[in-house]
Structure formats: C-alpha cells, structure tokens
C-alpha cells in the first residue's frame, strides 16, 4: 500500500502528520469515518476507472491484461459492482491487519525542516475534517 502526497517543502511535517492520521482514522472506531466520504471516494474510484478506460485501445489493454493475470477477458466488466459492494467495515478490517506499521519515506528538497520523529504514535480522537474545496482568491480584473 502506497500513500503519496506532493506538497510545498514548507508543509512536509503537516502533511505526514495527516497522512499518518488519517491512516490511523481508517483503524478507528466507525464513528471517526463519514460514511458520506466513503461512498464518495467509491464513486472517484468508478468514474476515475470508467475514464481511464474509455478508448478501444484502453478497454482492449486491460481485457488483455485480465485475461494474462487469468482472470478472464470480461473480469473488468465488473469492477464498478465490486467497488461498489465494498463496505466501510470491510476497509477498517483491512486497514487494522495490513496498515497498522507503516513505513514512512520522504524525499524533500529541504530534509533540514523535517522533523518528523520515529515510532508508534496514537490518537485519542481525530481531528475534523473539512473535504469541501477551497475557494480561490482572484484578483480582480483591472
């Protein structure tokens, strides 16, 4: 599993403090997930596939691709049925067997402002979270 965030090198702590976090927020309790975000994050996950496979070239590759892995040539017909039957419960299992140690890697032009620390860390509740996009402030046009 393979978290990747690209960031200003000034926000390199924030951003694996986050990161970690919201790692440890899919090993919580149901109540420090929105299930809302969850059925979102399934749906990007559909529309991003359905776009990545659009072309004859794309669908023909990846029927290819599953019929080489032995999954037949039609395995991806179902992919948005799948992802969709996935539940909430079923990620936070996962998530408490396979993200419970995690390796962190940072690579920053700036390694003299990291300060992230080695170790275990907990968390006694989460901080919010806020998803809706943030407006741009524009100039005025002159």
Known sequence: F???????????????DLMLENLARL?????DMDLSWFTRSKQLAVTT??????TPAEQATTAALDELYGMGYDY????????????????????????????VTVSTPKPEILNTKPGTRTYEKF???DLTPKAEERAAPQ
Request: glycine fraction near 8%; charged fraction near 25%.
């Open 76 to 103: 991806h017909d179902q992919f948005g049925k799948r992802i969709n039957a996935v539940q909430l419960d079923q990620v936070r299992g996962v998530a408490k067997q396979r993200l419970a140690k995690c390796v």
């Open 2 to 16: 393979l978290a990747y965030a690209g960031c200003d090198p000034s926000q390199v702590n924030q951003v694996v």
């Open 49 to 54: 596939d359905a776009m990545d496979n659009e």
């Open 27 to 31: 090993q919580g309790r149901p109540e």
């Open 127 to 129: 901080h919010p979270v």
